[in-house]
Nanobody
Framework: QVQPVESGGGSVQAGGSLRLSCVVS????????MGWYRQAPGKQRDLVAT?????????ANSVSGRFLISRTNANAKNTVYLEMHNLKPEDTAIYYC?????????????????WGQGTQVTVSS
């Protein structure tokens, strides 16, 4: 069972910074894309940023220029980071790590999606 484990959430004043981390250990499948989604109270879960296996990032318009996503793969651990700068009150949400893994069986590819349990980010004005 693949279980992403998040860390790094917390409370900060507007204009501050936080760094989130998400680790996937000993995945039986190849890790494809990794990323972050967020869900504010009463709202749907929205994409924040993703990064594919080649290291190409993708950002939501609302965070572009303020957030930076990166990833590492070392010692059977895949880690994705989200550096958040110039935080705004509207960034307040639970942030979820999202991981896509792929299994190769000959010509067949099976994709699996995993979610972390979420970490709270609170930005006060």
């Amino acid at each position: 069972q693949v279980q992403p484990v998040e860390s790094g959430g917390g409370s900060v004043q507007a204009g501050g910074s936080l760094r989130l981390s998400c680790v996937v250990s000993r995945s039986p499948f190849s890790i494809d894309s990794m990323g972050w989604y967020r869900q504010a109270p009463g709202k749907q879960r929205d994409l924040v940023a993703t990064i594919n296996s080649l290291g190409t990032p993708n950002y939501a318009n609302s965070v572009s220029g303020r957030f930076l996503i990166s990833r590492t793969n070392a010692n059977a651990k895949n880690t994705v980071y989200l550096e958040m700068h110039n935080l705004k009150p509207e960034d307040t949400a639970i942030y979820y790590c999202h991981v896509t893994a792929v299994s190769f069986r000959g010509p067949r590819e099976d994709y699996y999606t995993y979610w972390g349990q979420g970490t709270q980010v609170t930005v006060s004005s």
